[in-house]
C-alpha cells in the first residue's frame, strides 16, 4: 500500500495537463521525423504517419477512460497491474520506463546541436549534461513550478510552428510532396514507422501525473483530449509545409551526399528566407522551446513512472520515495537523469529513438490487453469517461501498436535483441526485488 508520506500533491488543472500532454510530444515536430523520409520519401512517410495518427487517436481514448478511473502515476504500469497481475505490470512499467528513459537523451542532444550553434565553445554533449541537470533540478523543486515552466514553453513552442507553417506555406508547392515519393517502395513505409511515432511519443505521460491532477475524472480528460487534437493539428501543418517547400530530400540532407539532418526546419525556412534572415534566426531561437518543452516534460513524467515502480518494489524501492518537503520523487528523478547520460554519451541518437518506439509500443499493446481484461474483470469500476465505439478504438489501436512493433522488429533486428536483453535482465531484478518483499513481510507477520 502506498504511505501518506509518499503521496504526490495535487497542483494541477486541465489547462497545466494540456500544456504537459503537447509539451511531452512537440519536440517531435521540430526533429526526428524528417528521417522518416530518408526511408519511406513524402508518400511512405505520410502512410506510416496517417496509420500512427489513427493509432494514437484510438490509443488516447482508450487509454484516457483507465486514466480516469485509476489516476495513479505508474499509468499504464497500474492498469496492467490490476487488468493482468504482476507479471504484465512489470512489462507494461520497463516499457514505460524505457520510453521514456530513453526519449530525453534523444532530445538532449538535439538541444545540444541547437545551442552549439550559438557557444561553439561548448561541446555538444557538454551542452546536454548541463540541460539534464538543470531540468532535473527544476523537477525536484516542486511540480506546480515545473509545470508552469512547461506551459510558457509549450505555448512559445506551438506559436513558433505555426509561424513557421505560416512563411513556408509562402512557398508550398503541391509538386514538391511528389518528388521521389516513394523511393525504396512500400517497405520504406515500414521502415518509416519509427519516425512516424516520434511525432506523438510521450503523450500517454499525461497520465502518469493523474495523480496530481485536482479532479483528475475531469480534468485527465480534458487535457488529453485537447493535447491530441492539437498534436494532430500540429502535425499535419509541419510535415506539409516542410516537405512542400522543395521536397522531402531538401530536408533531410543539408547537401547532396551529406548525411541526414537533425534539423528539418531550418533546412526549409533558409529554402525561403536565407540563413542570414533575421526572420530565420528569431525562429530558430524560439524553436529551442520545442526541444526543452518535450524534454523537460518527459523527465517530470518519468519521474513518476520510476516512482510507481519503487513504490511497488518493482525496482529498488529507494527510488519509490516522495521528498516530504518538495512533494517530488527526487531519488527516480536522480536515477533517471543518470541512466540517461550514460545513454546521451553514446552518441547513437537514431537508435536511442528506435528503443524508445519499442518501449512505447509494448507499452501500448500490454496497455489494450489491459483495458479489454479490465472491462471483463472490473465492470463494476467507476469509470467517469467510456471509450467511444467500444470495443473498435481499443481493437484498432491493439491491432495497428501489434503491427508496427513487428514491422520496427524487422527493420531493427539487433536494436531489438538489445530492447529484449534490457527487458529480460529488469525482470530478474523484479523477481528479486518482489522475493525480497515478501521476505520482509513474512518476517514482520512472524514478529507480531
Same mark, same amino acid.
Given at each position: ?40 520519401g ?26 480516469c ?63 539534464? %541537470? ?5 523537477? /525536484? $523543486? =516542486?511540480?506546480? +513550478? *515545473?509545470? @508552469?515552466?512547461? &506551459?510558457?514553453?509549450?505555448? #512559445? ?18 509538386e ?27 503523450i ?17 480528460l ?42 528539418? %526546419? ?5 529554402? /525561403? $528566407? =536565407?540563413?542570414? +534572415? *533575421?526572420? @530565420?534566426?528569431? &525562429?530558430?531561437?524560439?524553436? #529551442?522551446?520545442?526541444l ?56 547513437k541518437?537514431?537508435e ?56 520496427? +522488429? ?5 536494436l ?13 531484478a ?13 518476517l ?5
Amino acid at each position: 500500500m502506498t504511505q501518506p508520506n509518499n503521496e504526490l500533491k495535487k497542483t494541477l488543472g486541465p489547462f497545466m495537463l494540456w500544456g504537459l500532454g503537447v509539451g511531452y510530444v512537440i519536440s517531435g515536430m521540430y526533429f526526428g521525423w524528417n528521417l522518416g523520409l530518408a526511408e519511406g520519401g513524402t508518400l511512405g512517410m505520410a502512410v506510416a504517419t496517417l496509420f500512427i495518427i489513427v493509432m494514437y487517436v484510438t490509443f488516447t481514448f482508450s487509454y484516457t477512460e483507465m486514466a480516469c478511473a485509476i489516476p495513479k502515476a505508474g499509468g499504464a504500469f497500474d492498469y496492467a497491474r490490476l487488468g493482468l497481475g504482476k507479471r504484465w505490470g512489470y512489462l507494461a512499467g520497463i516499457a514505460q520506463s524505457i520510453e521514456f528513459i530513453f526519449a530525453p537523451p534523444a532530445i538532449a542532444f538535439a538541444i545540444g546541436a541547437y545551442l552549439n550553434a550559438f557557444l561553439p565553445q561548448l561541446s555538444v554533449t557538454a551542452i546536454a549534461i548541463i540541460a539534464y %541537470l538543470i531540468f532535473t533540478g527544476l523537477n /525536484i $523543486v =516542486g511540480v506546480r +513550478s *515545473a509545470a @508552469y515552466f512547461e &506551459l510558457f514553453v509549450t505555448i #512559445l513552442a506551438v506559436l513558433e510552428l505555426l509561424l513557421f507553417a505560416g512563411v513556408s506555406y509562402t512557398a508550398f508547392r503541391f509538386e514538391n510532396l511528389t518528388i521521389n515519393a516513394l523511393p525504396h517502395g512500400w517497405g520504406g513505409a515500414f521502415a518509416a514507422i519509427p519516425f512516424a511515432i516520434w511525432f506523438f511519443l510521450a503523450i500517454e505521460g499525461v497520465a502518469n501525473v493523474a495523480e496530481e491532477a485536482k479532479n483528475p475524472q475531469r480534468n485527465v480528460l480534458i487535457g488529453f483530449g485537447s493535447a491530441i487534437a492539437t498534436l494532430v493539428v500540429l502535425c499535419i501543418l509541419v510535415f506539409t509545409s516542410a516537405v512542400g517547400v522543395a521536397g522531402w530530400e531538401a530536408i533531410v540532407f543539408p547537401e547532396p551526399g551529406a548525411a541526414p539532418s537533425d534539423s528539418p %526546419l531550418p533546412l526549409a525556412l533558409a529554402k /525561403i $528566407v =536565407g540563413e542570414g +534572415s *533575421a526572420l @530565420y534566426h528569431l &525562429l530558430i531561437t524560439i524553436g #529551442l522551446f520545442g526541444l526543452i518543452a518535450s524534454f523537460h516534460g518527459i523527465i517530470l513524467a518519468a519521474g513518476r513512472s520510476t516512482l510507481e515502480l519503487g513504490r511497488e518494489r518493482y525496482v529498488a524501492p529507494i527510488v519509490g520515495v516522495v521528498h516530504p518537503r518538495t512533494k517530488t520523487p527526487v531519488n527516480a528523478l536522480i536515477a533517471n537523469m543518470l541512466l540517461g547520460i550514460i545513454a546521451l554519451l553514446t552518441g547513437k541518437t537514431a537508435e536511442i529513438i528506435t528503443l524508445a518506439c519499442f518501449g512505447a509500443l509494448t507499452l501500448y499493446i500490454v496497455s489494450m490487453i489491459a483495458f479489454f481484461a479490465l472491462r471483463k474483470n472490473h465492470a463494476d469500476l467507476e469509470r467517469p469517461f467510456k471509450t467511444p465505439l467500444y470495443p473498435f478504438f481499443p481493437a484498432i489501436a491493439l491491432i495497428i501498436a501489434a503491427a508496427a512493433l513487428v514491422a520496427l +522488429s524487422v527493420y531493427n533486428f539487433y536494436l531489438m535483441l538489445i530492447y529484449v536483453g534490457i527487458v529480460g535482465i529488469g525482470y530478474v531484478a523484479f523477481l528479486w526485488h518482489q522475493a525480497a518483499a515478501a521476505s520482509e513481510t513474512e518476517l514482520a507477520a512472524e514478529s507480531e
